[in-house]
């Protein structure tokens, strides 16, 4: 009891002592772990449930037809299994603004009364009247837009009267224009010799089960008309779940990957400072074994202080991503479910895992230094790389340096260039799902938005992966610097050398990215069609890439090029 | 001063560095005056933490001083910007250091030729100088070795050709013997007599008396301050001897 207290006493001294060091971790691991716990909680969801309520809220139909001339669609209404219908109601298709916003809708033309078919279930205002619109729920939060506001349509005023759901709406956030109801005689008004009408007819079954194979009979094959089965429309609902889920696991191992990279170089500064913490305390008595678990046991603490904090963090973010706006056919949102034993498990075990697998081999190498060379801060040895020796003898001198600082340390080059693959894979997945969806208005995209948030994640662990990385080398070749100054290195030429040396592994890891992220959208997106983004685009990530890196590099190069060379060439031993 | 300044190839004046501020002002370097014309050897000797390495720092331009003035070779360099002063480091200046400071992923030709390398000569010409250098200092046989294989003195002898890879105008030692046994001492000790006999200006910071009385001028240091200077040899082509002359 009293070695563990030891321990722990020994660890949270150090913690508090290198506090800015703790909370950079702390925030490296808790981005992961809220990831994660996003990802497994999303996991949970399912939105059977709510379509069908919305279904029964709405008397949702079983088939929807959209198509023209009305005849035509009329026509499915005498098809065999149909026992009920309503319409066809016109549908035009004019173009909304509110607020500077321009977006195409379709306007579909109603009457007064209830439909025993598909009736939208208002969730604000009143239903249409001459003049009055009410807008689909999901649409209408897109656009910040409530019941009493004013729209225009093809230059028109119209009063917002409600806002609605519909089980009857085969919604694709990201290609379909946004859909609002209105009256018949306001909906053939608004149609126009390049947007003439067509007609949508809502159809019930005497079997429900049968709608697809009804779908699959009555399909017209030539395009002309659409038609949709009740089953088809909740898909489409729970793709989102679905998708999103996706994205938020993959986002977790990606960030989980990173956060490794980040403790592991961050591990690696640390213990390359603690080197005489490490002697004094074999010096006083303390076993290999000791010195090994306090150096686990920090890092235990801050992954167990993460993994509550993500825990919290994505227990709280959940709301967001299964809020009702993001589901247009339901009535209500799938919700969240709660946190499981499971979850916090398997999230404290990631947690865990990552402060492990970042910081044995560190842990297990300072135990095991002897005691004399600990004392004397001995730096451990760097490696030798003849080749990069001779071909940078031709290179200038920021060139150099930064690739010799380059060959000193393969694990950490490996580190820096896997974190920035990531990276770039990841940016470059997003502007292949860009690209093979195409936006159908402002913000309409759910999965979309999940993306990016995982990638500003990605993209902000990966900047403290490059100080971090950056900081460790500045360290780690003080003297190297130091002495480079001493024999007529200017301190600009160090500083390039430094951020050279973050730059050169940052450029194959871009380039990795780019093929990397085309095959992890191939992998995860079932066979969807994929279209490449144009190589600008490819090669201004890598170019973007490289900047960043230089930038972020700079400030941390710059401050330990002008480190007194003097100072660090009398306290370094050789 | 200027005239002054170009009888000598390294000179000091009123030259000061402090450290803190009021109470705690400590003068690491106060109020030198040093003057070393070309091909003299000076060795400066005093107890620890007297200022002798702060003032070989501030010589080499390592270091910026409180006050006073250096020249070096009619140049006054205590004013000169830090680009202009890694020049001076690179080109008039070369650093022996007590540690070695070799790089330790390095072999030794390489480490004698890095200051050449940054200094911008092509890599030929800046390897067969190394070699050259590395012959020298009695090495051309350990070029390949990488100095964890090399003993403490050969290492000090890599470190010694390392300063000489730019004809430097004046070599600044500081306690080139500080960690070598006495057969490797004594190598060091002939090399550079061999240098002193070439006419190199040497400037030496060391606790060894079999050091200092290779120089031709020897000066007690103490708290920052010069406080005795004893002329060993009567000049630059005079050999190691017995002091000449004590000045109070």
């Known amino acids: 009891m009293g070695r563990i207290l030891l321990v722990c006493r020994l660890a949270a001294r150090d913690l508090r002592r290198r506090s800015g060091e703790a909370v950079l971790l702390l925030l490296v691991i808790t981005a992961a772990t809220t990831t994660l716990t996003l990802g497994l909680i999303l996991h949970g969801v399912t939105t059977s449930a709510s379509y069908q309520s919305t279904q029964a809220a709405t008397a949702g139909p079983d088939v929807v037809a959209w198509g023209g001339p009305p005849a035509d669609v009329m026509a499915l209404a005498h098809a065999q299994g149909v026992i009920g219908h309503t319409g066809p109601y016109p549908v035009a298709s004019p173009v909304l603004r509110v607020r500077g916003l321009t977006v195409p809708v379709l306007a579909e033309g109603r009457d007064q009364a209830p439909a025993p078919i598909d009736q939208p279930k208002l969730t604000q205002g009143t239903w249409v009247g001459n003049g009055a619109v009410v807008l689909e729920r999901s649409f209408a939060d897109t656009l910040g837009i409530r019941a009493g506001d004013s729209v225009t349509l093809n230059g028109r005023p119209f009063l917002v009267a409600g806002i609605a759901v519909t089980a009857a709406n085969p919604t694709d956030p990201p290609t379909t224009p946004g859909l609002l109801w209105l009256t018949r005689a306001d909906a053939r008004s608004l149609a126009t010799v390049a947007h003439p009408l067509s007609f949508t007819l809502n159809l019930k079954l005497a079997d429900p089960a049968e709608a697809p194979a009804f779908v699959s009979a009555h399909a017209a094959g030539d395009g002309t008309g659409i038609l949709w089965s009740w089953e088809f429309i909740r898909g489409l609902d729970t793709q989102v779940v679905t998708n999103e889920q996706l994205v938020m696991l993959v986002g977790s191992w990606l960030l989980g990957l990173l956060a490794v990279a980040s403790v592991a170089v961050l591990v690696g500064g640390r213990m390359a400072e603690q080197t005489r913490r490490v002697g004094l305390l074999k010096a006083v008595g303390g076993t290999p074994g000791l010195v090994a678990a306090v150096l686990l046991a920090e890092y235990l603490i801050l992954a167990l202080i993460a993994a509550a904090a993500g825990l919290a963090a994505g227990w709280l973010a959940t709301p967001l991503l299964t809020r009702p706006s993001l589901f247009p056919g339901l009535a209500r949102a799938p919700g969240a479910p709660p946190l499981t034993v499971s979850t916090v498990a398997l999230v404290v075990a990631a947690a865990v895992a990552v402060a492990v697998a970042a910081t044995l081999v560190p842990a297990l190498r300072a135990a095991g230094t002897s005691t004399v060379q600990a004392l004397a801060d001995a730096a ?195 | 001063m200027s005239d002054t300044g170009r009888t000598y190839m390294l000179l000091a004046r009123g030259l000061r560095k402090e450290y803190g501020k009021g109470e705690g002002l400590v003068r690491a370097v106060d109020e030198v005056d040093l003057e070393v014309t070309a091909g003299e050897t000076v060795a400066v000797m005093g107890p620890s933490g007297c200022g002798k390495s702060t003032l070989l720092h501030l010589l080499g331009g390592l270091d910026r001083s409180s006050g006073g003035e250096i020249w070096l070779d009619g140049r006054r360099v205590d004013q000169l910007g830090e680009r202009a002063l890694a020049r001076l480091r690179r080109d008039a200046v070369g650093f022996v250091f007590q540690a070695f400071h070799l790089m330790d992923e390095l072999t030794a030709v390489e480490n004698v030729e890095l200051p050449a390398l940054l200094a911008g000569r092509s890599p030929r010409t800046a390897r067969r100088q190394a070699d050259g250098l590395l012959e020298q200092v009695g090495l051309a046989d350990r070029a390949k070795f990488l100095p964890t294989a090399l003993s403490g003195g050969q290492r000090q002898r890599v470190a010694i050709a390392r300063s000489l890879a730019n004809d430097p105008l004046v070599v600044l030692a500081d306690e080139p013997t500080g960690n070598l046994d006495s057969q490797a001492t004594l190598d060091v000790l002939r090399l550079f007599d061999s240098l002193h006999a070439a006419g190199q200006t040497l400037v030496i910071v060391t606790h060894d008396s079999r050091i200092a009385a290779t120089a031709d001028r020897l000066i007690s240091m103490r708290d920052g301050a010069f406080i005795d200077e004893t002329r060993l040899t009567g000049g630059a082509t005079g050999h190691l001897g017995a002091p000449a002359r004590i000045k109070g």
């Open chain 1, 380 to 574: 451990r040895p760097p490696r030798r790389r003849a080749r990069v020796i001779a071909v940078s003898a031709r290179l200038p001198v920021p060139l150099l340096l930064g690739l010799r600082l380059v060959a000193r340390r393969p694990r950490r080059v490996v580190l820096s260039g896997a974190s920035i693959a990531i990276t770039v894979t990841t940016i470059v997945a997003v502007l292949v799902y860009r690209a093979s969806n195409a936006s159908g208005g402002p913000g309409t995209d759910p999965v979309g938005q999940v993306m990016l948030v995982v990638t500003v994640a990605l993209f902000v662990l990966a900047a403290i992966n490059a100080v971090f990385i950056t900081w460790a080398t500045v360290l780690d070749a003080r003297r190297s610097s130091a002495l480079a100054r001493a024999l007529g290195a200017n301190s600009r030429q160090v500083t390039a050398g430094l951020s050279a040396a973050q730059v050169l592994p940052a450029l194959p890891g871009a380039m990795v990215g780019i093929p990397a992220g085309i095959a992890l959208y191939a992998a995860v997106s079932n066979g969807q069609t994929l279209i490449i983004p144009p190589t600008w685009q490819l090669l201004a990530v890598v170019a973007g890439t490289l900047l960043v890196v230089a930038g972020l590099t700079a400030i941390p190069s710059r401050v330990g090029a002008r480190r007194p060379m003097a100072e660090i060439l009398q306290s370094e031993t050789a």
